[in-house]
Every structure is written in structure tokens, then in C-alpha cells.
């Protein structure tokens, strides 16, 4: 499985960005697929996923409301639609993807098995 994000950027405060997350995997319907991110100095931290094949959702309460995961099964693409940035939104974003969708995304400790390279999201106050 090869994951492939793009979309980051700058933007200022209250500004929104699109990240992509491109997947190939011929069984791509029985995976989950979600999104991470690490600022600087910090832990990765799960933000949403979605069960690729019914789009069940699940998000962090840190995104919630702001943020949006979806799928689109023709493209083999997964997105991130980020709205209302925040300066603490700044971070290096990371997609994944597993064949387990659960608390091994969003427990205590997470667990996934495929990564993508990262996309910088830089928001300026």
C-alpha cells in the first residue's frame, strides 16, 4: 500500500486548505484511511478516519467541527478539508491507512500499519 499526500501549505488564520491523500491499493475497500499530524516538538496525534468502504467517520475533538474527511472511490483519493485555521494547526500532516478502523486509530495509542510522506501545513497569525 502507497500513500501519497499533497495540498499543504501557507495560509493565514481563518483560511482553509484541501489535503490529499492518494492510495493505491487494488483493495482499497477494505481498509480505513485517516489523517495524523505532528508539530514541531510534539507527538503525532490522530485527527479523523474513515472506513473506506461505508464512509463511517470518526474525529479527534481537536478537529471536530472544523475539519472534514471524506473519499472518493473513483479516484482512489482521500481528503482533508481543513476550515477555520488556527495557528496551533500548524504541523506536518500525514495520512495513513490500515486494515483495522478502531481504537487503533484513535486510542491511547495508535496503532497503523501504512504511512504517506507528510504535507506541511504552515497558518500564520
Request: one cysteine or more.
Amino acid at each position: 500500500v502507497q500513500l501519497q499526500a499533497c495540498g499543504g501549505g501557507l495560509v493565514q488564520a481563518g483560511g482553509s486548505l484541501r489535503l490529499s491523500c492518494r492510495v493505491s491499493a487494488e483493495t482499497v475497500n477494505n481498509f480505513a484511511m485517516g489523517w495524523f499530524r505532528q508539530a514541531p516538538g510534539k507527538e503525532r496525534v490522530f485527527l479523523a478516519a474513515i472506513k473506506w468502504s461505508v464512509g463511517t467517520t470518526y474525529y479527534s475533538t481537536s478537529v471536530k467541527g472544523r475539519f472534514t474527511i471524506s473519499r472518493d472511490n473513483a479516484k482512489n483519493t482521500m481528503y482533508l478539508q481543513m476550515n477555520s485555521l488556527k495557528p496551533e494547526d500548524t504541523a506536518v500532516y500525514y495520512c495513513a491507512a490500515d486494515a483495522k478502523y478502531g481504537s487503533s486509530w484513535w486510542g491511547p495509542v495508535f496503532s497503523v500499519n501504512y504511512w504517506g510522506q507528510g504535507t506541511q501545513v504552515t497558518v500564520s497569525s
